[in-house]
């Protein structure tokens, strides 16, 4: 028989340069850090590992790091999923495997640092989500496979089920490092420039206006005079208007009866 394959770190860390970001760092306790709870850590970084969220980590601003779920499988093919008590199709990620990675995890964290679990079930991620985030010390996410995850897992260490949106995805990876990278820009020092967070898509809870830069005309399109003239409060106005606009038209959810018509 052909023994069942392990997806340990050693085997993948010599292929994959860019886990080098996450080795051999010490951990600080002012240094905001992400715990992956994943069958399969070589995915990480991943797109973490690029542009200023790859540089962020490089720099030290924050940490990432991986627990293998498989290392806590059970028996000699390391199992970590049985089938569903009750029947149904597909397997179910075991609590005895899920609870020690979960602990192994936890040993790390300290101050405020939630445990989130990716779930298509779970509240929708969105911007206030990642503001939160990153005013924690850290967070620890599970990312789940097959047909979820023991429930009393969630309950035993009160985890909260978070979603992209309302849709199914193979695994919480993808997800997690979704949610990552929106945390991580937020942080001290992440950006070149902080004010880029203030003005951006629901950070004020409205949708970015347009934004224009050079040539002045292009395929006989211009820039709209107004961004031109060098007045900041009519450039101001416009911009806010413009917010207002496409978030009822693209968005109208968005809207509160206190936004008023203009």
Same mark, same amino acid.
């Given at each position: 028989?052909?023994? /069942?394959?392990?997806?340990?770190?050693?085997?993948?860390?010599?292929?994959?340069?860019?886990?080098?970001?996450?080795?051999?760092?010490?951990?600080?306790?002012?240094?905001?850090?992400?715990?992956?709870?994943?069958?399969?850590?070589?995915?990480?970084?991943?797109?973490? *590992?690029?542009? +200023?969220?790859?540089?962020?980590?490089?720099?030290? =601003?924050?940490?990432?790091?991986?627990?293998? +779920?498989?290392?806590?499988?059970?028996?000699?093919? !390391?199992?970590?999923?049985?089938?569903?008590?009750?029947?149904?199709?597909?397997?179910?990620? !075991?609590?005895?495997?899920?609870? @020690? %990675?979960?602990?192994?995890?936890?040993?790390?964290?300290?101050?405020?640092? @939630?445990? =989130?679990?990716?779930?298509?079930?779970?509240?929708?991620?969105?911007? %206030?989500? %990642?503001?939160?985030?990153?005013?924690?010390?850290?967070? /620890?996410?599970?990312?789940?496979?097959?047909?979820?995850?023991?429930?009393?897992?969630? #309950?035993?260490?009160?985890? /909260?089920?978070?979603? =992209?949106?309302?849709?199914?995805?193979?695994?919480?990876?993808?997800?997690?490092?979704?949610?990552?990278? %929106?945390?991580?820009?937020?942080?001290?020092?992440?950006?070149?420039?902080?004010?880029?967070?203030? #003005?951006?898509?629901?950070?004020?809870?409205?949708?970015?206006?347009?934004?224009?830069?050079?040539?002045?005309?292009?395929?006989?399109?211009?820039?709209?005079?107004?961004?031109?003239? *060098?007045?900041?409060?009519?450039?101001?106005?416009?911009?806010?208007?413009?917010?207002?606009?496409?978030?009822?038209?693209? !968005?109208?959810? =968005?809207?509160?009866?206190?936004?008023?018509? /203009?």
């Amino acid at each position: 028989m052909k023994p /069942t394959r392990s997806h340990g770190r050693q085997s993948i860390r010599a292929t994959l340069q860019p886990r080098e970001l996450m080795q051999d760092k010490p951990d600080y306790a002012d240094v905001w850090q992400a715990r992956i709870v994943t069958l399969f850590p070589d995915l990480f970084p991943g797109v973490l *590992g690029a542009s +200023l969220s790859g540089k962020a980590l490089q720099d030290g =601003l924050w940490q990432l790091h991986t627990h293998d +779920l498989r290392q806590f499988g059970i028996g000699k093919h !390391r199992n970590v999923d049985d089938t569903p008590a009750g029947g149904g199709a597909g397997m179910v990620m !075991r609590a005895d495997v899920v609870g @020690p %990675a979960i602990e192994a995890a936890q040993a790390h964290a300290h101050g405020r640092w @939630p445990i =989130l679990y990716m779930s298509p079930r779970g509240r929708r991620f969105d911007q %206030a989500m %990642a503001r939160d985030l990153a005013g924690c010390a850290g967070v /620890t996410m599970l990312c789940g496979r097959f047909e979820g995850v023991d429930e009393r897992v969630i #309950e035993h260490y009160g985890i /909260t089920e978070v979603s =992209l949106g309302d849709f199914v995805m193979t695994g919480g990876e993808l997800a997690a490092q979704a949610m990552i990278d %929106a945390t991580v820009r937020l942080l001290p020092g992440v950006l070149g420039n902080a004010e880029s967070t203030v #003005e951006e898509s629901h950070s004020n809870g409205l949708l970015e206006h347009p934004q224009y830069t050079r040539p002045a005309i292009w395929n006989d399109r211009e820039i709209p005079p107004v961004l031109m003239s *060098g007045n900041h409060g009519e450039i101001a106005k416009w911009r806010s208007a413009q917010s207002l606009t496409l978030t009822r038209s693209r !968005r109208p959810d =968005l809207i509160t009866d206190e936004d008023g018509d /203009t």
